[in-house]
């Protein structure tokens, strides 16, 4: 079964910073891992698909790198910003479904 | 090009009522997936469908159930309605089921609270 933990559960940074967001998964016969951002109440907006062959994918300051064989992403998210404030999930796709872990909220601080 | 469209946005019912719930996939998509969101248990599958069939199910009991159109609109709908169904109920499409890794667009959600 499919297990997917995401950490930290919870950051604040101030404006500006660089900073990482790990995702880990237990079982490496995957799709594809997608990166999603929520705001509060809100649905998910996707942000950075990697097919299970590719190693990282870029989208202006986010960049998400992929290793499928020790079972782990990083979303690492350039300057940040206070828009960037909100929960971000990571989902990892195998069969039918996605399997999503428990986010990491993230308070960028101006 | 439009979105995933969820309808309504909220909802409130009683115990023991029954609800149903729809989705308008983007145009084109043909896979439709729902999962379930609440600050407990996190996002969990429920079921998906594609080309009107149900492919995939989650570990939800026999009260949650769906079907999807053939212009693969789907509803979903749960019946006899427990306080613990209270969650956002989330839709997502896709263009064809997920062995190709394609990617999920989610729609807004439906706030289902039940009192």
């Known amino acids: 079964k499919q297990e997917v933990t995401q950490i930290p559960a919870a950051l604040s940074v101030p404006e500006g910073e660089n900073l990482v967001l790990n995702c880990s998964f237990t079982d490496s016969a995957i799709y594809n891992l997608q990166w999603f951002r929520q705001d509060p109440g809100k649905g998910l907006t996707s942000l950075l698909l990697?097919?299970?062959?590719?190693r990282e994918q870029t989208s202006g300051r986010l960049n998400a790198s992929l290793d499928k064989s020790s079972g782990r992403s990083t979303l690492y998210i350039a300057a940040s910003q206070p828009g960037d404030s909100a929960t971000y999930l990571c989902?990892?796709?195998?069969?039918?479904?996605?399997?999503f872990g428990a986010g990491t909220i993230l308070r960028v601080k101006s | 090009k439009a979105g995933v469209t969820q309808t309504p946005r909220y909802l409130i019912k009683t115990r023991g009522q029954q609800v149903t719930l729809s989705c308008s996939p983007i145009s084109g998509h043909r896979s439709v997936s729902w999962y379930q969101q609440t600050p407990g248990q996190g996002l969990q599958f429920l079921f998906e469908y594609f080309s009107e069939t149900q492919r995939n199910k989650g570990n939800f009991p026999g009260r949650f159930s769906g079907r999807q159109f053939s212009n693969s609109r789907s509803e979903m709908n749960v019946s006899t309605l427990e306080l613990g169904d209270s969650a956002l109920y989330l839709c997502?499409?896709?263009?064809?089921?997920?062995?190709?890794?394609?990617?999920?667009?989610f729609g807004q959600g439906t706030r289902l609270t039940v009192v």
């Open positions: 997502a499409s896709s263009l064809a089921p997920r062995q190709g890794g394609n990617e999920a667009f």
């Open positions: 990697i097919q299970s062959s590719q």
């Open positions: 989902a990892v796709g195998g069969g039918n479904k996605l399997v």
